[in-house]
């Protein structure tokens, strides 16, 4: 009996003597304003780093920065956690930083991919001084609109059939709003123009939008402009049209120096004048109704019609134009582009096209300052006044000039002019891939989030590449793939430019996402249009919304989404918003999510952190020190029961924690129904439904009793 007294008091000495389980899944940090401040530091700032670990878990906590190991002070314990600070002076350099923790003979370390036994350089924590992101801009909800497929406000304006020639054939103006639009439908016009937006200023502001980002509306001859005519002016076929003449094309004719109705349009300076000013009007009033505006900037590459080149000798003969680069060789626009035959003027069609297209001439860049000096103007023009817009969508950024040195040097200009027109103005950037040196503060101030939201919620939830292109068995539902591909690319935008991000389910270069729900491979050539819309699940379309209205960035609605619009990729993604003939459910279901994603800050600014996966099954807590939103994703076919982790936001263990429920999505609808979810010690325990999403809310005053 003596024997097993001395064992038992031996081993209670052994473990009061031990520390405590290190609890991994309790480490946090990252860098959003409840874990580092000022988010945004400026050089000489005093940034204060904090980290969190379970209450009386850890022995000590080092900050790692450049090299410096310092050790952090335990600032409060709240709940189940205790939380350390630590602070430095931001120099003119990037900070790189991570966590060294300590719990007796363990040592861990925390950065960007959480908590490893071995750090690497690579996965560390950066701030860089003076990136500053527009606060507005953060978690905005955007809608982007292609112009001539939203709404007709103005018939007058209307592009003719037989106005011009485009690419080897006229210009059809398409009567039918709801007809499909053809394979080769780049010269239809459906007549959609800014007076129609203007017209759905209301439509906008009851959906809850922030900001529209309107694609290209300077002078093109195509209905999608990324082929630029005049950047100096809006295109009076969407603008307003004053002065106007007989002359369409003769039929068989397809030279467009004959094409005089087309030349009076889009030459005459009245037209072009009283359309700058309908835009005037219409970013006045979008500002009037404390909505923004930005504009897509295509200065890649131009038109073959542009002004500089005149191809089409739209201009050739026009008072108050200089001659273009194709008819002469005496033409100041010359060193616009670059010509590989020096001796083929007058008409020279030698110059160099982006991707070898000969309708989208290359800006030679490096070979004239001139070029730059100008485009610079255009940035700097439409963020200023008499206009006012907020910034600039980047077309195929990365694709400007010749060299990839170059490039960083123009977008650094060009940040500078835009920012000391309007320094609250935005540069937005169209990239595919790592963007990490664009993203200095020096240039872009964000991207089109395809890496870290387009491409990792499509592949998860329908397995369908983002043009409908392929169906791949291994993504869908793969939610190991969907946390690492999200935790790889979020890392190299940095906090400022993730929270800006746009990100989109659906826009003009991609299919529906609609109708990427119905996992059928296909284009409108070859499969069809009824095949865009036949089995789809929108279902599966209200837990993307989910996604993309409670995840870090700025949610963006390619329009008609919100309507139910199906299509393949381009053109079929580019069907006309469907007036008087909407989805109302999916409709409504978007103005309860936006209202959502607006009600609650902690959306727009709130860090985040994965709680819980398995296959087609994901859950995630955005949250600050006293609030927490849970989202809950089942996109099986079946209901289930979910056990989530519901304490890694922060909610305490040691008490029960009651959850409102904000919204309930399923294959057979939705319901914003308040429900209470308790989670008891930290786990909430969830029925999901079939295809469901759920949203659920707590805020530290809400304890269960």
Request: proline content about 4%; charged content about 25%.
């Amino acid at each position: 009996m003596l024997y097993e007294s001395m064992e038992t008091a031996k081993k209670m000495r052994y473990i009061l003597n031990m520390s405590p389980v290190l609890n991994k899944d309790a480490m946090f940090s990252d860098g959003t304003e409840y874990y580092r401040t000022p988010v945004e530091p400026r050089e000489g700032d005093t940034v204060t780093i904090r980290f969190r670990t379970q209450r009386n878990n850890v022995d000590n906590v080092c900050l790692v920065h450049d090299g410096e190991y310092l050790e952090m002070k335990r600032e409060r314990t709240s709940g189940s956690f205790d939380y350390y600070t630590a602070q430095i002076i931001m120099g003119k350099d990037i900070v790189r930083y991570y966590f060294e923790i300590h719990s007796g003979l363990v040592t861990c370390y925390y950065d960007t991919d959480g908590v490893s036994t071995r750090h690497e350089e690579r996965t560390e924590f950066e701030i860089y001084p003076d990136y500053h992101v527009p606060e507005w801009l953060k978690g905005a909800v955007m809608y982007q609109i292609y112009v001539d497929r939203f709404y007709n406000g103005d018939p007058s304006n209307d592009v003719e059939t037989g106005e011009y020639s485009y690419i080897g054939d006229i210009s059809v103006k398409v009567d039918d709003w709801g007809k499909i639009p053809a394979v080769m439908g780049v010269r239809e016009f459906y007549g959609g123009d800014l007076q129609g937006v203007m017209d759905k200023l209301d439509y906008l502001q009851e959906l809850g939008v922030d900001v529209i980002y309107l694609n290209p509306v300077f002078v093109s001859p195509s209905n999608h402009k990324y082929d630029c005519q005049d950047y100096d002016h809006i295109d009076p076929h969407i603008g307003k049209i004053v002065e106007d003449c007989d002359g369409l094309l003769s039929p068989g004719d397809r030279d467009n120096s004959h094409a005089l109705k087309y030349i009076r349009r889009v030459t005459d300076k009245r037209n072009l004048k009283a359309s700058n000013e309908l835009f005037r009007e219409l970013v006045e009033e979008i500002h009037r109704r404390g909505m923004k505006v930005i504009l897509d900037g295509v200065f890649n590459h131009c038109g073959s019609f542009n002004k500089w080149m005149d191809r089409e000798r739209i201009y050739e003969n026009q008072e108050g134009y200089e001659k273009g680069a194709y008819i002469s060789a005496d033409s100041p626009y010359r060193s616009f582009f670059c010509f590989q035959d020096q001796n083929r003027w007058p008409y020279n069609p030698t110059y160099d096209g982006w991707w070898t297209h000969d309708t989208l001439p290359k800006l030679n860049y490096e070979g004239s300052e001139e070029l730059c000096r100008t485009i610079l103007d255009v940035g700097r023009k439409w963020v200023s006044p008499p206009y006012n817009v907020d910034g600039w969508r980047l077309d195929v950024a990365a694709d400007l000039g010749h060299s990839n040195d170059f490039n960083h040097h123009f977008w650094k200009e060009f940040r500078k002019a835009v920012k000391e027109a309007n320094p609250d103005a935005v540069i937005l950037a169209e990239h595919y891939g790592n963007p990490e040196s664009w993203l200095l503060g020096d240039e872009w101030d964000t991207v089109m989030n395809y890496d870290a939201f387009m491409e990792p919620v499509t592949w998860f939830l329908t397995g369908m590449e983002k043009h409908s292109d392929e169906y791949r068995e291994d993504l869908y539902g793969n939610s190991e793939a969907f946390i690492g591909a999200m935790k790889h690319h979020m890392r190299s935008l940095h906090m400022g430019a993730l929270y800006g991000a746009m990100n989109e389910l659906s826009n003009h270069d991609h299919s529906r996402f609609l109708t990427r729900t119905n996992h059928r491979v296909g284009r409108l050539s070859y499969a069809g249009a009824e095949a865009a819309s036949a089995g789809i699940n929108p279902g599966i379309m209200r837990e993307a919304v989910v996604i993309q209205m409670t995840w870090p960035g700025a949610p963006t609605v390619y329009y008609g989404d919100e309507a139910g619009v199906c299509g393949f990729t381009d053109p079929d993604n580019r069907r006309t918003y469907p007036w008087g003939k909407e989805d109302l459910e999916m409709l409504d279901f978007h103005k309860r999510m936006i209202c959502i994603h607006k009600a609650y800050p902690l959306l727009a600014k709130g860090s985040l952190e994965f709680l819980w996966n398995d296959h087609q099954g994901l859950s995630y807590g955005r949250f600050s020190d006293s609030e927490q939103i849970i989202v809950i994703i089942n996109n099986q076919d079946y209901e289930r029961d979910v056990r989530v982790t519901a304490w890694k936001t922060g909610v305490s263990r040691k008490e029960a924690t009651a959850f409102q429920r904000l919204m309930l999505s399923s294959r057979d609808g939705y319901t914003e129904k308040a429900e209470k979810y308790i989670a008891d010690a930290g786990i909430l325990h969830v029925r999901m439904p079939a295809y469901g999403a759920m949203v659920l809310h707590h805020r530290a005053r809400e304890k269960y009793k």
